[in-house]
């Protein structure tokens, strides 16, 4: 009996202890707060097949009754962010854990709109963002290629266009402000973006405003900006990357001037990592570094393009209260381009070999400091950032020299009060001065732009409101120019994960040094000063949707469409006329040419689809980036004169100087532009695939003296007029070490296209790439 009932007892403990229950609970967020629809599993001890499982709610939380005896470690699985596993202890059932991004995953936090992180579906103008796995697997040469594949986005010869609201000037002049780091990245004589500089190996994201943000970033951000933000992780990395390859034929026979291959290769790395203060959690020191070394042939005669950059990141964390740090970048780069060919079957030769050659430096310092005042109410951030930007460049062709030296001189103060009950406010104040002294503007020319600012973002339930001003006054030589401009938008949440937003936004832009004082000629082409033009001024309003869909677990996909429309006042566009009557008809040749003048009011509207998206299911992933943009740019009034030529008399219009003389469009611009980029992983194999096809129309209206004095423009701009189709494919294979190989090809089908007056865009050009990563 005593046996039988210690069998009995010891049987009904078992199954007792078998029986008991335990709750854990899980609280499931990012760095901006808690996720809903994580996926939580939980498994035994063999994780062969879950025990029981759920999907968080609306505050990131879950709860889930287990067999205390089994339960023995949880997986934590949402699409776009790492997998997590935790080991569980039945002495702890509550747990808090932060997922990060998977670095192909979609882009959710944005700063450029305001200044401040921002979840992208809550921001109230139109906004692209670029993760890094586009710039790796596509191996750019520099980051305007990159600009290319943004939907609504065209770089012409160095020039940015956003929704057709510029063309192509020569390279002086620019509606699309650049940003590194969130502080401007254009030259302090031609107002250029520095393309060439930016350095895209260590980028973590880069953030595209469409339409006019004068009103935070001042001059130059008429068209929208463009941020590139680099890595500021600091997580321990090595990153490596080489290439090697080239252009081995052209798109038509006669065109080949080479034998061959014209090569191009080069090297790439970047390495950070972060030291900590075993004492202090809150003391630590990051720092970034990252190199470019590259030579490339060309695929125009005598025109190689060979260069090198070392960029630095520095990050002191003292205490949660104060942060400093030091950047930098220097660049060298030798280089030669021609400026028109010399005929249509000669079109990758210079005109009567007449060659461009430029060499020199550009590098730029950036100090910053950063103090937060945590209070009960809200944290208060005070911020100070510098810049030391300086080009020295020696430039000149056969017969004239284009040396130019110049820097500029940042400093920005901004104050942003980030508040617990929805309020963020930023306030800045803003100098930059900048100096030039060039042949090509005839001495030494000065400049200075003092600027106040204030934004102010409210989140009130449903509704995210912004509204911001910034005053500002620019002085270049002895004359100024001052005003202010405003913008107000609106995003509101009509459902779960639908966005209606709206936005008006004024913008401006001074006049360049370049624009101003340039008297040279390059070639047979005569450029002419105008120091007396107006600063651009315009209005840019938009209307859209933000969507979030999903599928379950798999797909995951961003859509945004707006209607926008943008009104200039005073566009500055160079102009083709008799500028200068010395020396009688004799010396017409040298009267003759470009000047920068205002042409009036103009409009630019349309509208556009922008899709961003990841699949994933098993082991395929398909993350894919595809948008279609329609614009349509034209000038108010074509055929009323717009200036009086004040050396002949002669009233200029429009139509009188554009091949097409009809309908009034803006030159050097396109209606149609669609982008697609797609990318296929298989996670386990390591196999990868990707597409990137680019579709723009004929570019109807140049101006009418490229038809008349060089050889070739008419008879090829007439022949290219169903537009131009560019498709690049890549292969390549994952390695389980991290290791990657990747065999690209761009413009697969070797298109001929004209990107501008006289100027051939590149043929096919094949790479291998190999990266190595390790973290």
Not at 337 to 361: C, K, M, R, V
């Amino acid at each position: 009996m005593p046996a039988r009932l210690l069998s009995f007892i010891f049987l009904w403990t078992t199954l007792q202890l078998r029986a008991q229950q335990i709750t854990y609970t899980l609280y499931i967020r990012d760095v901006q707060g808690p996720l809903a629809g994580a996926t939580v599993r939980i498994f035994d001890q063999q994780q062969t097949a879950p025990i029981s499982g759920g999907i968080t709610d609306t505050d990131g939380r879950i709860a889930l009754k287990v067999p205390a005896d089994r339960a023995r470690s949880a997986e934590i699985r949402m699409l776009g962010y790492r997998t997590e596993w935790l080991t569980l202890n039945p002495q702890t059932t509550t747990y808090h854990i932060t997922l990060r991004e998977e670095t192909y995953s979609l882009p959710n936090v944005v700063i450029t709109a305001s200044k401040a992180q921002q979840r992208i579906e809550e921001t109230t103008v139109s906004l692209t963002v670029i993760r890094p796995n586009l710039v790796e697997n596509k191996n750019p040469t520099d980051i305007q290629q990159t600009m290319n594949q943004v939907p609504g986005v065209n770089v012409n010869d160095g020039q940015a266009n956003i929704r057709s609201g510029s063309g192509w000037s020569y390279g002086a002049g620019t509606r699309v402000l650049l940003l590194l780091d969130n502080l401007p990245l254009i030259s302090p004589d031609a107002n250029q973006v520095q393309w060439t500089i930016v350095p895209f190996e260590s980028l973590d994201q880069m953030e595209i405003i469409k339409g006019a943000s004068s009103a935070l970033y001042g001059s130059s951000a008429l068209n929208g900006v463009i941020n590139v933000r680099t890595r500021s992780d600091y997580h321990k990395r090595t990153w490596v990357n080489l290439f090697a390859g080239g252009h081995p034929i052209a798109p038509r026979p006669e065109l080949r001037w080479w034998t061959g291959l014209q090569s191009l290769g080069g090297l790439q790395m970047s390495l950070q990592n972060k030291i900590d203060d075993s004492t202090n959690p809150n003391r630590w020191f990051g720092y970034l570094i990252s190199a470019l070394g590259q030579w490339d042939e060309g695929y125009q005669w005598r025109s190689p393009d060979n260069r090198g950059r070392l960029f630095f990141k520095t990050h002191f964390n003292r205490s949660r209260h104060l942060h400093y740090g030091l950047n930098g970048n220097i660049s060298y780069r030798r280089s030669a381009s021609p400026l028109i060919w010399n005929g249509e079957d000669q079109a990758l030769i210079a005109l009567d070999s007449s060659i461009t050659t430029n060499a020199g430096f550009t590098y730029h310092i950036d100090p910053w400091l950063t103090f937060h005042q945590f209070r009960s109410t809200g944290v208060l951030r005070h911020e100070i950032n510098a810049r030391l930007l300086a080009i020295d460049n020696q430039s000149r062709d056969d017969s004239t020299v284009f040396d130019n030296a110049s820097q500029s001189y940042l400093l920005q103060y901004q104050t942003q009060w980030l508040s617990h009950s929805g309020w963020k406010i930023t306030t800045g104040l803003f100098g930059l001065w900048a100096v030039s002294n060039s042949e090509l503007f005839v001495g030494r020319h000065t400049s200075r732009n003092l600027a106040a600012y204030i934004q102010t973002d409210y989140r009130l339930r449903r509704f995210n409101l912004s509204a911001g001003t910034r005053y500002e006054h620019f002085l270049l030589d002895n004359r100024s120019q001052a005003r202010p401009v405003f913008r107000f938008g609106a995003n509101y949440q009509a459902a779960p994960y639908t966005h209606l937003f709206a936005s008006w936004g004024q913008g401006f832009r001074f006049p360049s040094m370049a624009e101003a004082f340039t008297r040279t000629n390059v070639g047979t082409v005569n450029i002419f000063p105008n120091p007396r033009l107006n600063p651009e001024y315009g209005n840019t309003y938009e209307l859209g949707l933000k969507q979030l869909l999903s599928a379950g677990q798999h797909l995951k996909m961003q859509l945004e469409f707006a209607l926008y429309r943008m009104d200039f006042d005073d566009m500055i566009e160079f102009t083709f006329s008799r500028w200068d009557t010395t020396g009688g008809f004799a010396q017409i040749q040298r009267q003759l040419g470009f000047k920068s003048v205002n042409i009036g009011p103009v409009r630019i509207q349309g509208f556009e689809l922008t899709a961003t998206g990841l699949y994933s299911h098993s082991h395929h992933q398909i993350q894919f980036l595809a948008g279609y943009a329609y614009s349509d740019p034209h000038v108010r009034f074509p055929d009323q004169p717009f200036i009086l030529n004040d050396i002949t008399g002669q009233p200029l219009k429009y139509s009188d100087l554009s091949t097409d003389d009809s309908t009034g469009t803006l030159k050097y611009r396109y209606r149609h532009l669609l982008k697609t980029d797609l990318q296929y992983t298989h996670t386990r194999l390591g196999y990868r695939a990707g597409i990137s096809i680019r579709f723009n129309d004929y570019m109807r209206n140049l101006d009418r003296v490229f038809y008349q004095v060089i050889p070739g423009v008419q008879s090829v701009h007439q022949r290219l007029n169903r537009g131009d189709l560019l498709i690049d494919l890549r292969i390549g294979y994952r390695w389980p070490s991290g290791a990657m190989a990747n065999l690209i090809i761009d413009n697969l089908l070797n298109r001929e296209v004209m990107i501008r007056p006289a100027f051939l865009g590149p043929p096919m050009r094949i790479l291998l790439q190999y990266q190595v990563t390790l973290e």
